[in-house]
């Protein structure tokens, strides 16, 4: 069976687990691809059987990268898929909508699989309730899953079409915030990221790494948020602070009564047994970012945490 995994990974975590993911598929067969999305050639991926395409989640659903990956897919007709994700506390609707996309594409989605992972977004503080995260029991999961799906997908080629999962339903409050939080509306609530060009020292490193082709360095004045998949890593990537927005002007209660229900959404997976807690949440100051604390540290009033 010829097998492939795209991931989009920003910190690394997806990588990891998709890393893991494939070495319980080269167990089964000896041979599976892996790649990061935006380095896959869209026109060879109908000669895979079985592909596997992993993300974070983006404001409880796929990175907007990841849903124009999708869009842009040909049809793919009864081609086998699998999706996979890593997140902090919520996963929102994340393996339906991707799911749900692919199925448009003609594509039958045979498995999904997620896990916690350190959360990395840089206006949350860290260390974030999910720090500890994917631990080494996940990562065993990650490859059970790499071994049982190369099987069920050959059961359901067979015919075995009962083994096509279906996925949990999605609290309603994600629903709704994952449709909620567009593009557009998080170019409205997050204030706009501005280069300093008096710190720039045109080191690329931004333009490198942003997942959306969306900076440009030597325009002027530097694009930056055109299009913006609004990860905001291109600030806490910058080694000259030369990027930064006027986060004063964000909303903090709205943060504070979201990370209320978080907590809550763990006590219940801790609960049932799917999320272990190595981070005491009483210790987490939420007024502290990740971006706050790389400031301080850049500008050497602390040591890295
Ligand atoms: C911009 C942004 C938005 C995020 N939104 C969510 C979210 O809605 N729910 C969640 O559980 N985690 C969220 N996270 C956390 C990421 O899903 C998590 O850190 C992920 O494991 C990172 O994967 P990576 O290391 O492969 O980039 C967000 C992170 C960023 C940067």
């Known amino acids: 069976m010829k097998t492939l995994i795209l991931y989009f990974s920003m910190s690394g975590y997806t990588e990891r687990v998709a890393e893991r993911i494939r070495n319980g598929i080269l167990e089964k067969t000896g041979h599976c691809d892996l790649m990061a999305m935006a380095d896959a050639d869209i026109r060879s991926i109908a000669e895979y059987d079985l592909v596997g395409l992993g993300c974070p989640v983006y404001y409880y659903k796929e990175p907007f990268n990841v849903s124009d990956f999708i869009e842009g897919l040909p049809h793919l007709k009864d081609k086998h898929w699998f999706v996979f994700c890593t997140h902090g506390s919520v996963m929102g609707t994340t393996l339906v909508s991707m799911s749900e996309k692919l199925k448009k594409k003609g594509v039958v989605v045979v498995g999904h699989f997620h896990v916690y992972a350190d959360a990395t977004a840089p206006f949350f503080p860290y260390p974030v309730p999910t720090s500890g995260h ?20 050959e059961r359901i080629a067979q015919g075995e079409v009962n083994l096509i999962p279906s996925t949990d339903p999605v609290p309603e409050q994600w629903v709704q915030l994952a449709g909620m939080l567009t593009r557009e509306a998080l170019s409205q609530m997050f204030p706009p990221l501005r280069f300093d060009l008096e710190k720039c020292t045109s080191c690329h490193e931004c333009e490198d790494a942003c997942p959306a082709g969306g900076i440009d360095v030597e325009a002027d004045p530097p694009r930056i948020q055109s299009p913006c998949i609004y990860c905001y890593q291109c600030p806490m990537i910058c080694p000259a602070l030369a990027i930064d927005a006027d986060w004063d002007t964000v909303d903090s209660s709205f943060g504070d009564s979201l990370f209320a229900m978080y907590l809550q959404e763990l006590e219940q997976a801790e609960a049932r047994g799917e999320f272990r807690r190595y981070v005491d949440p009483s210790t987490i100051d939420l007024q502290d970012s990740q971006l706050m604390q790389r400031r301080r540290k850049l500008e050497g009033h602390e040591e890295e945490k």
Request: aromatic share 10%; no cysteine; hydrophobic share 25%.
């Open 134 to 153: 994917p631990d080494p029991l996940e990562y065993e999961q990650a490859e059970d899953f790499g071994r049982d799906i190369i099987e069920r997908s």
